[in-house]
């Protein structure tokens, strides 16, 4: 395995150009944040924030800068009401979790939709082993929750529903907000957790205008360092935490806290949020590019997810027929072009993303379809050179597909 | 979405590269096709057979699917290049493909087992195409290889009909 890995990176030694698009998987984290968190490894606030010596006060006095910082991006009452989570992961872990053992008395019922992400998904599932059940909501096929579903699910049962703010692959702005309204009219006990990762730094968002008890943020979906996230809980919301161990600064997750990372979450915020209007128009520019560079080159593709502007500024996600999702991340790889797809391409799992099937796209459009999101570290030169290897590769990897399965 | 860590191996990659025995034959004695896109797996098999000697004259490939997919067709052509039916059909088997492929991740084994799958199918059908009967070492029950092959495409089958036929707009 070992030895492969290295013959694999081989192949590619001599790139010219690399431009890594898979941002929904990992990401860089650009100097100006790794610069910032620095000297917080060994210079300063490298205590235990909870302790009583100078390395501790630092750390402690740095935490809840950065909390504040944080709770007024979101537009959160308090800074009280953020917790540091390892990421989006754990946060909505923590939010479901502890909102479904809040209420078990009031009611089982938690309602997601059919594209929320996998820590979402499977935590619904995890519950419904416990006395819970799970309610989806179908999406249109532009990826948006069907509303008149979701005010029919609400009933007395009700004591949680999840939805992401912008979906992670197809890059669709929900009506969180006309959601809240819904749910809360017709159950004002119901909680509303919206997993806002793919939102924040990307379109406006404010907690406290959307109305949700629950919010979960992730670092390095705004290019700080991974192992970070947090989750935003309104004020009056009397949670359990999940896990058990020393608490210091945070009710909610125990453990030392991670005051580095804070510090480049925090950091990676602030670019994000000081110049929201141009790094946004810069995404979107970039992500327009790009997509009508590869319409432009390419036939036989189709755009996952909206269109205008109810579509996130980053989000690039197409299917190209005729060519498997698997072979293409390897070939573009080789290329210096470094994507994801929603390709199954494992036997008896045979699951192709399910955001993409929830939407209608039939398996072999899932199969072949490419995810890519553009941050404001992209340049043109960036994109003119994806444009100048993706329509190579597809049309590679489409030879060999030949006329296999048309007649 | 799968998350299994996938180091293919250098002849993977260099048959993914450069696939040998890649494309339609004109030509071809019988064509034989597995999977379904529907699975993200798919090959067409190409074979040239002389009459007289029974022999594997050419074989080629297409295939629809990942780096494995096209990697073990295309090796599976290679293999079978001059042995007669009998010996393609008692010696090709879904092990010794992956082993003459320097192994798969487990997540890929299916691959090979498709490619082999084709293959059978394709030998099986020279008989029937040719309308001779079937020689007394092949056997009237399906393969391992074949039996998988159709399940993979009953599975899409049910795939497709589980999946709803236009999302709401």
Same mark, same amino acid.
């Given at each position: ?170 890059g669709?702005i ?29 379109i ?76 946004t128009?810069?995404?979107r ?21 909206p269109k205008d502007n109810k579509r996130s500024p ?94 | ?65 990942? +780096?494995? *997919?096209?990697? !073990?067709?295309?090796? %599976? $052509? =290679?293999? @079978?290049? #001059? &042995?007669?039916?009998?010996? +393609?059909? *008692?010696?090709? !088997?879904?092990?010794? %493909? $992956? =082993?003459? @492929?320097? #192994? &798969? ?65």
């Amino acid at each position: 395995m070992a030895e492969n890995v290295k013959e694999l990176l081989k192949l590619h030694e001599g790139l010219t150009h690399e431009v890594y698009l898979d941002n929904e998987n990992s990401s860089i984290v650009p100097l100006e944040v790794l610069e910032a968190m620095q000297p917080y490894w060994n210079k300063k606030a490298y205590g235990n924030p909870t302790l009583t010596h100078k390395p501790g006060w630092e750390a402690f006095e740095t935490i809840m800068n950065c909390f504040g910082k944080i709770s007024t991006y979101i537009g959160a009452k308090n800074l009280e009401e953020l917790t540091f989570t390892p990421g989006e992961t754990e946060a909505n872990n923590l939010a479901i979790q502890a909102a479904a053992f809040l209420q078990k008395d009031h009611g089982k019922k938690i309602i997601i939709s059919e594209i929320e992400p996998i820590s979402v998904l499977q935590v619904a599932e995890l519950l419904s082993k416990f006395g819970f059940t799970t309610t989806k909501i179908p999406v249109n096929s532009d990826g948006f929750i069907n509303l008149e579903k979701l005010k029919e699910a609400i009933d007395k049962d009700t004591i949680l529903v999840s939805m992401a703010s912008v979906n992670n692959e197809i890059g669709t702005i929900q009506p969180i907000k006309e959601a809240v309204d819904i749910v809360k009219d017709k159950n004002p006990q119901t909680l509303f957790h919206t997993d806002a990762s793919d939102a924040y730094g990307r379109i406006p968002l404010n907690v406290q205008n959307l109305g949700v008890d629950l919010a979960t943020l992730s670092s390095f979906k705004i290019q700080g360092p991974r192992g970070m996230g947090a989750l935003y809980v309104k004020g009056d919301l009397n949670l359990h935490r999940i896990l058990e161990g020393s608490i210091g600064t945070q009710r909610l997750w125990p453990g030392i806290e991670n005051t580095p990372l804070i510090v480049g979450f925090t950091k990676a915020s602030e670019l994000a949020f000081e110049n929201f209007e141009a790094n946004t128009t810069k995404m979107r520019t970039l992500r327009d590019k790009l997509v009508e560079g590869i319409f432009t080159e390419l036939s036989n593709l189709r755009l996952n997810g909206p269109k205008d502007n109810k579509r996130s500024p980053d989000n690039a996600n197409i299917s190209i027929l005729r060519a498997e999702g698997e072979a293409l991340t390897i070939e573009l790889s080789l290329s210096g072009v470094y994507v994801s797809s929603g390709s199954a391409c494992s036997r008896r799992l045979l699951q192709p993303s399910h955001v993409l099937i929830a939407i209608g796209r039939i398996f072999e459009e899932a199969h072949g379809s490419i995810l890519m999101k553009t941050t404001r570290y992209h340049t043109e030169d960036d994109i003119s050179y994806v444009l100048s290897v993706l329509p190579t590769a597809v049309n590679r990897i489409r030879g060999i597909v030949g006329s296999t399965g048309v007649h | 979405m799968s998350r299994i860590p996938l180091p293919y191996n250098p002849k993977i990659m260099d048959l993914f590269r450069n696939p040998k025995n890649l494309g339609k034959m004109e030509d071809a004695t019988v064509i034989a096709v597995a999977g379904n896109p529907a699975c993200g797996d798919m090959i067409t098999f190409y074979l040239k057979i002389d009459d007289t000697k029974q022999t594997i004259e050419k074989a080629q490939f297409e295939s629809y699917g990942c +780096a494995a *997919n096209i990697a !073990t067709s295309s090796i %599976v $052509t =290679e293999m @079978i290049k #001059g &042995l007669t039916i009998e010996q +393609a059909w *008692n010696n090709i !088997t879904w092990q010794k %493909v $992956t =082993e003459e @492929i320097g #192994g &798969l991740p487990s997540v890929k084994f299916h691959c090979g087992v498709l490619a082999v799958g084709a293959l059978k199918r394709a030998l099986r059908q020279y008989f029937t195409q040719k309308n001779i009967a079937a020689p007394s070492w092949l056997p009237h029950e399906l393969t391992f290889e074949e039996k998988q092959a159709l399940e993979e495409e009953e599975l899409a089958k049910t795939l497709s009909k589980k999946q709803k036929p236009e999302a709401e707009t």
